[in-house]
């Protein structure tokens, strides 16, 4: 099983992004689904989650900013991110739980994270 982020760049204040994360390999069910983020320096933190059925969760900071959705088909989740800040400056890491063949309960798997920097 793999999880590989793609969508990261540069962005000036104000900018949206929006990245991406695909998960691959002999998956039978993926239940929650998120971004995190660690800024240098910094403890990584959650950004937001989806669960299988739909329900959204955000930090507070990116409230009304960021929307995170998933299309299950694809086994994808998705952060649209608008009105960027310096301050969301960090790698950002998807993360799902999912169950694979290779075993018969559900575990956390993390991508390899990808660069967002806000700056002018």
């Known amino acids: 099983v793999q999880l590989q982020a793609f969508g990261g760049g540069l962005v000036q204040p104000g900018g949206s992004l929006r990245l991406s994360c695909a998960a691959s390999g002999s998956i039978l069910s993926i239940n929650g689904m998120g971004w995190y983020r660690q800024a240098p320096g910094k403890q990584r933190e959650l950004v937001a989650t989806?669960?299988?059925?739909?329900?959204?969760n955000y930090a507070d900071s990116v409230k009304g900013r960021f929307t995170i959705s998933r299309d299950n088909a694809k086994n994808t989740v998705y952060l649209q991110m608008n009105g960027l800040k310096p301050e969301d400056t960090a790698v950002y890491y998807c993360n799902a739980n999912l169950m694979s063949a290779a075993s018969s309960w559900y575990r956390s798997y993390w991508g390899q994270g990808t660069l967002v920097t806000v700056s002018s």
């Open positions: 989806i669960s299988s059925g739909g329900v959204t």
